[in-house]
């Protein structure tokens, strides 16, 4: 047996001791677990040393490792003291390495030679593609039709003060920033009722936890965040997880209780237990009565219409149920109610969502231990000088309009440019994907091609995506493991802090980071606008982050580089119910059940149940058509991945077995599935896993461009993997947006995405 002395141990260190003990017993995961950052090859057994950063293939923005080996990437692994995903990661997060050394990223600048949409291209120089952009941009300054340019992105905290910045020193309000974090609807409805776009369910110390069209264990905006937590709470608190769904989701298979309710009914069902709380006389009326800007006495009279029987009589969950799931959450304290895209991305979902709140609300679960709480981040600061924003010409888009309700969506963005109400000289695109990720994306796909609406399209991203192979010039941007950027995810730990994101390796090829493009652009347009990216990368984050005292004391962006994450380890844990000393963050700095701003707006100031017509009334053969995200595949980035691809590369269309029966369809029979808008053809998957009035359908499938993979065909490159594609005779699914209508709520402004009706046809 070997032995080891105090000499040995005080000599080497834990490091030296597990590589003592590795070597004797061929252990290498011994180094992992005293030394996180240590990672063995298995091979060579070399000790390689991981660097810390932040993943960027969900919106969950997990700490990780990257692990080198010879100037290579060879292995993620989760940062065990990040404060949100504590060391874990998913498959997402490992398809990193396919991302970054997919054998068809962009690696040059490429300019179309042929007309658009028809693949030929050059690859031309930095400065030539620069110095294009820039006359281009010159010309638009002196152009007296006010063509404009619009600048859109998938948009991270760094992401979008860069995209910001160089807008307001440029003179266009036309920034599209896509948050990561959620969608419109449900967005619109927190900032209206407590001054906040996103929640933290503080679910790891809930003992009831409600969930509405919500689906964390396959898809949400925290993820395994969220997922890993519920499942602490359900395994040490018995907690008692309860999900109200259109379909047997992996979370509604593993709640104690799942009702399949009508689409788009969800928030009567909500006010209906809002009712029965009321009328029995659990809800917290002190949290009413000093928090919110409601009496008990006038919510209870409010809530009174909405009887269990009504919300049965619309929903198909019978009012026993609605009653009993009600006394159990108001009684099985802490609680909390959770919404998900089933129910935010309807075109009622700014109301869905007031609903979910209220129901919190009259719980006193607001900011509660095990409750809804408002969500813990630090915010980034504009660097020094600071643009002064100067608007020329029309305007499309209010990046910085302090009315919550004054803001145009990218819906809207895309109508004025179809209908002529806007005209457009420059677009630029950046690692966003619209021409496949938007509602009718046929015509999206159109609006692109087309010279006369959009003279001319700048799209930077690594991959020839839909929308990149319409641009006039591809620029290559450097993915997330080559960039630096800065992010501050609400925190389940309720304390916020920084996460970083560093180069893991040098960016491979000519791709370069958003900021350094930028630069180089606006040194390019003159003095005026160069000055503002005058300053290295590093310092520009470095001035972002400075207002942060106990930040810059630690070390600023150096402490960041060394541990990839920063909170405030000194400061005690901060209270729960923040309201109590500050209030929230509304006109009137109450909970605002009630909401002027709606009514000034001609909109119900109350949370309420609003019908969606075409899906009250449905005549036969006709079903509501459900997309839903799995655990594989996020948005439109991650198809082109072959580890995630082969998991998910197809998407039959879900039907319920009852309806099967009675249009005599079988498992892989093929149907025609038929909107408003356009037809698709896909196979059946016959389950009893979802309501008999939905049919449902995988998204992120379909791809008609970004690479083989995405593609399901095989290919000969440097790695032997790539032709190795089995799944090709079985495809790679259908894009379902080809049949989805742009139809947006009226208040938040996003897209309906699961209020499509569809035929069913036999083929």
């Known amino acids: 047996m070997a032995r080891f002395s105090r000499r040995?141990?005080?000599?080497?260190?834990?490091?030296?001791?597990?590589?003592?003990?590795?070597?004797?017993?061929?252990?290498?995961?011994?180094?992992?677990?005293?030394?996180?950052?240590?990672?063995?090859?298995?091979?060579?057994?070399?000790?390689?040393?991981?660097?810390?950063?932040?993943?960027?293939?969900?919106?969950?923005?997990?700490?990780?490792?990257?692990?080198?080996?010879?100037?290579?990437?060879?292995?993620?692994e989760g940062v065990d003291g990040n404060p949100n995903n504590?060391?874990?990661?998913?498959?997402?997060?490992?398809?990193?390495?396919?991302?970054?050394?997919?054998?068809?990223?962009?690696?040059?600048?490429?300019?179309?030679?042929?007309?658009?949409?028809?693949?030929?291209?050059?690859?031309?120089?930095?400065?030539?593609?620069?110095?294009?952009?820039?006359?281009?941009?010159?010309?638009?300054?002196?152009?007296?039709?006010?063509?404009?340019?619009?600048?859109?992105?998938?948009?991270?905290?760094?992401?979008?003060?860069?995209?910001?910045?160089?807008?307001?020193?440029?003179?266009?309000?036309?920034?599209?920033?896509?948050?990561?974090?959620?969608?419109?609807?449900?967005?619109?409805?927190?900032?209206?009722?407590?001054?906040?776009?996103?929640?933290?369910?503080?679910?790891?110390?809930?003992?009831?936890?409600?969930?509405?069209?919500?689906?964390?264990?396959?898809s949400h905006t925290?993820?395994?965040?969220?997922?890993?937590?519920?499942?602490?709470?359900?395994?040490?608190?018995?907690?008692?997880?309860?999900?109200?769904?259109?379909?047997?989701?992996?979370t509604s298979g593993k709640s104690d209780e799942w009702?399949?309710?009508?689409?788009?009914?969800?928030?009567?069902?909500?006010?209906?237990?809002?009712?029965?709380?009321?009328?029995?006389?659990?809800?917290?009326?002190?949290?009413?009565?000093?928090?919110?800007?409601?009496?008990?006495?006038?919510?209870?009279?409010?809530?009174?219409?909405?009887?269990?029987?009504?919300?049965?009589?619309?929903?198909?969950?019978?009012?026993?149920?609605?009653?009993?799931?009600?006394?159990?959450?108001?009684?099985?304290?802490?609680?909390?109610?959770?919404?998900?895209?089933?129910?935010?991305?309807?075109?009622?979902?700014?109301?869905?969502?007031?609903?979910?709140?209220?129901?919190?609300?009259?719980?006193?679960?607001?900011?509660a231990k095990g409750g809804y709480c408002v969500p813990r981040r630090f915010a980034l600061q504009e660097p020094e000088p600071q643009p002064s924003g100067l608007v020329k010409g029309s305007q499309i888009y209010y990046q910085d309009n302090d009315s919550v309700l004054e803001h145009a969506s990218r819906g809207e963005v895309i109508d004025a440019i179809k209908n002529g109400r806007q005209k457009i000289g420059v677009y630029i695109s950046y690692e966003h994907n619209p021409v496949y990720s938007s509602p009718d994306c046929e015509g999206t796909s159109l609006l692109f091609k087309d010279e006369d609406t959009i003279p001319f399209f700048v799209a930077i991203d690594s991959f020839m995506t839909e929308t990149a192979a319409l641009a006039d010039i591809v620029l290559p941007s450097a993915t997330y493991l080559e960039r630096s950027e800065l992010f501050s995810p609400p925190s389940f730990s309720m304390e916020p802090f920084i996460s970083y994101s560093q180069p893991v390796i040098k960016p491979l090829g000519e791709s370069k980071s958003i900021f350094n493009i930028v630069k180089d652009v606006s040194k390019k347009l003159g003095p005026d606008i160069g000055k503002y990216f005058k300053m290295s990368e590093d310092n520009y984050l470095q001035a972002s982050i400075s207002h942060i005292k106990k930040l810059s004391e630690a070390g600023g962006i150096y402490s960041l580089m060394e541990h990839g994450y920063w909170f405030d380890t000194k400061?005690?844990?901060?209270?729960?119910?923040?309201?109590?000393?500050?209030?929230?963050?509304?006109?009137?700095?109450?909970?605002?059940?009630?909401?002027e701003r709606l009514r000034e707006k001609g909109h119900n100031p109350m949370p309420t149940y609003m019908p969606i017509e075409e899906l009250?009334?449905?005549?036969?053969?006709?079903?509501?058509?459900?997309?839903?995200?799995?655990?594989?595949?996020?948005?439109?980035?991650?198809?082109?991945?072959?580890?995630?691809?082969?998991?998910?590369?197809?998407?039959?269309?879900?039907?319920n077995a009852s309806i099967a029966r009675k249009y005599d369809l079988r498992d892989g029979d093929k149907v025609e599935v038929v909107s408003k808008l356009g037809r698709i053809e896909t196979e059946v998957n016959i389950t009893q896993g979802i309501h008999p009035g939905v049919v449902a359908i995988a998204t992120n499938c379909g791809h008609w461009q970004f690479g083989h993979i995405a593609q399901a065909k095989g290919f000969k490159s440097s790695d032997p993997q790539t032709s190795l594609v089995w799944w090709e005779k079985e495809g790679n699914g259908i894009h379902i947006n080809r049949i989805i209508p742009t139809s947006m709520d009226t208040v938040g402004r996003g897209q309906g995405w699961m209020d499509t009706v569809v035929e069913i046809r036999k083929i």
């Open 8 to 76: 040995t141990i005080l000599k080497g260190g834990l490091a030296g001791l597990a590589l003592s003990i590795g070597a004797k017993i061929g252990m290498g995961s011994v180094i992992e677990k005293l030394t996180p950052r240590i990672n063995i090859a298995r091979t060579s057994r070399r000790m390689r040393n991981g660097i810390p950063t932040t993943c960027s293939n969900c919106p969950a923005e997990c700490g990780i490792y990257g692990f080198t080996d010879y100037g290579r990437l060879v292995k993620i």
């Open 86 to 218: 504590m060391g874990k990661t998913c498959s997402k997060g490992e398809a990193g390495l396919d991302m970054l050394y997919d054998e068809e990223r962009i690696l040059t600048p490429l300019k179309r030679t042929g007309t658009r949409g028809e693949g030929k291209w050059k690859s031309i120089s930095w400065k030539e593609a620069i110095e294009e952009i820039a006359s281009r941009l010159r010309d638009l300054e002196v152009n007296e039709a006010q063509e404009q340019l619009v600048f859109e992105c998938e948009a991270s905290l760094t992401t979008e003060l860069i995209v910001k910045r160089f807008m307001k020193a440029y003179g266009s309000p036309n920034a599209i920033t896509h948050s990561k974090y959620g969608n419109e609807n449900k967005m619109m409805a927190q900032r209206l009722t407590w001054g906040e776009g996103l929640e933290v369910p503080d679910v790891e110390h809930s003992k009831y936890i409600l969930l509405f069209g919500a689906n964390p264990y396959e």
């Open 222 to 250: 925290f993820f395994i965040n969220l997922a890993k937590r519920i499942v602490t709470a359900r395994t040490e608190n018995f907690a008692k997880l309860v999900t109200f769904d259109v379909r047997m989701t992996q």
């Open 259 to 367: 009702y399949p309710v009508k689409p788009g009914t969800d928030a009567v069902v909500v006010l209906a237990m809002c009712d029965v709380i009321m009328r029995e006389g659990m809800a917290d009326i002190n949290f009413i009565e000093n928090y919110t800007n409601v009496s008990a006495e006038m919510l209870a009279r409010y809530l009174s219409e909405y009887t269990p029987e009504m919300a049965e009589q619309i929903s198909g969950i019978p009012a026993i149920d609605v009653i009993k799931v009600a006394r159990e959450f108001a009684t099985s304290k802490p609680s909390v109610a959770i919404s998900g895209g089933g129910i935010t991305k309807h075109r009622n979902g700014v109301y869905s969502e007031r609903c979910i709140m209220l129901l919190n609300a009259i719980t006193g679960n607001i900011d």
């Open 571 to 595: 400061k005690e844990q901060p209270p729960y119910k923040l309201f109590e000393k500050k209030g929230f963050n509304t006109p009137s700095g109450k909970f605002e059940i009630y909401s």
């Open 616 to 655: 009250s009334v449905k005549e036969e053969n006709t079903f509501v058509l459900v997309p839903f995200k799995t655990n594989v595949h996020t948005a439109d980035r991650t198809a082109n991945s072959i580890l995630l691809s082969e998991i998910l590369h197809n998407n039959p269309l879900w039907i």
